[in-house]
Nanobody, 125 residues
């Protein structure tokens, strides 16, 4: 049974920072790329960031590029999303997800197999 548990969300003022964590269990974590997505009320889930199995490559949505950094610690089975210079439009529930064997990275929700329960990030203006 694969489990992903996000943490680190909360309420922050615009311009502030948060670091999200996603702890994984139930599969060989280091074999899979990982991704972060978010969903704001009334909107579709959107891609935020992805990282290869080794952590050597990352990819970001244009809306967060230069402000968010994705990293992983395979020894701890954990992936992180450092979010700086937060904006009110970053307010959403943030989800981590595990990728699939045979792919290097994924940018679509359909390219991920397992999802966490999400953590709320609220940025006040």
């Amino acid at each position: 049974q694969v489990q992903l548990v996000e943490s680190g969300g909360g309420l922050v003022q615009a311009g502030g920072s948060l670091r999200l964590s996603c702890a994984a269990s139930g599969r060989t974590f280091s074999s899979y790329y990982m991704g972060w997505f978010r969903q704001a009320p009334g909107k579709e889930r959107e891609f935020v960031a992805a990282i290869t199995w080794s952590g050597g490559s990352t990819y970001y949505a244009d809306s967060v590029k230069g402000r968010f950094t994705c990293a992983r610690d395979n020894a701890k089975n954990t992936v992180y999303l450092q979010m700086n210079s937060l904006k009110p439009e970053d307010t959403a529930v943030y989800y981590c997800a595990t990728g699939r064997l045979g792919r290097v990275l994924g940018y679509r929700a359909s390219e991920y197999d397992y999802w966490g329960q999400g953590t709320q990030v609220t940025v006040s203006s």
